[in-house]
């Protein structure tokens, strides 16, 4: 099992920037790609970005290209999304996820391709 930890999050201006962070303990080896993820009330949980361990394969939603840069420490065991120049819709919970499934290039993992999920950080834009 790996325990995901998600913090960085919080209230920004338009405009502004966070920088998430997942944090991975346990079976750390047992995955080989991480997502992130956000989820608006009363909406579905929707993609934002992902990247398997040897990073060289990094898909974005179309929403966050060019804004968002998922990137990872050399000892693997820490994601980040950096999130640049934030607009209200933004505004979202936002879950790291980990999948045993190594992404490939063209390839986007299904949702439930994702087996451990974090408990999600908070990302308010305001206007």
């Known amino acids: 099992q790996v325990q995901l930890v998600e913090s960085g999050g919080g209230l920004v201006q338009v405009g502004g920037s966070l920088r998430l962070s997942c944090q991975a303990s346990g079976r750390t080896l047992d995955f080989n790609t991480l997502g992130w993820f956000c989820q608006r009330p009363g909406k579905e949980r929707e993609f934002v970005a992902a990247m398997n361990w040897r990073g060289d394969i990094r898909p974005y939603a179309d929403s966050v290209q060019g804004r968002f840069k998922i990137s990872r420490n050399s000892a693997k065991d820490t994601v980040y999304l950096q999130m640049n120049d934030l607009k209200p819709e933004d505004t979202a919970l936002y879950y790291c996820?980990?999948?045993?499934?190594?992404?490939?290039?063209?390839?986007?993992?299904?949702?439930?391709?994702?087996?451990?999920w974090g408990q999600g950080t908070q990302v308010t834009v305001s206007s």
């Open positions: 996820a980990t999948s045993q499934i190594f992404l490939q290039r063209g390839q986007l993992l299904n949702i439930r391709d994702y087996d451990s």
